[in-house]
């Protein structure tokens, strides 16, 4: 009788603990897919915008800009599919053009891939956002 009412006790720990580490799981499965995302888009879009012809002095002044944007954003989809809810509206994948700073003529501009992740994670929790960002020069 005992041993009935001790895993009626332990049973629900053990069933919470599964539930949190699923839940840190797919945390860390978004947060990866998102990270090496960023890293891997910024570096492709750097190098194109590289070999691209400048119009002006941003990267988004650049020939290929709405190609390289539409092609991250893409290829996005499919790095965080299955991980990120992409329906939600806080789902995004953007890249951004920054100017050289004005105080330092010798830096190059540079582009920068963000992807905001919202992360469904059942009842139990809130909804989480992963937050991945990756800043290469265009030189």
């Known amino acids: 009788m005992s041993d009935a009412i001790a895993f009626l006790l332990i049973l629900p720990s053990l069933a919470l603990g599964v539930v949190v580490l699923d839940a ?27 070999q691209s012809p400048a119009n002006g002095t941003k990267p988004s002044d650049r020939a290929r800009w709405a190609e390289v944007a539409a092609t991250v954003e893409e290829s996005g989809l499919g790095a965080t599919a299955g991980v990120c809810n992409q329906t939600d509206p806080e789902f995004s994948i953007n890249l951004l053009s920054q100017p050289r700073p004005v105080s330092s003529s010798s830096t190059s501009p540079s582009v920068a891939v963000v992807v ?24």
Do not use: K, M, Q, W
């Open 24 to 50: 840190a799981g797919t945390l860390g499965t978004a947060r990866y897919r998102t990270s090496t995302f960023a890293e891997a888009a910024v570096v492709h879009a750097a190098d194109t915008l590289a």
């Open 116 to 139: 905001s992740c919202p992360v469904e994670l059942g009842r139990l929790f809130n909804v989480n956002r992963i937050v991945a960002a990756s800043v290469e020069p265009v030189g």
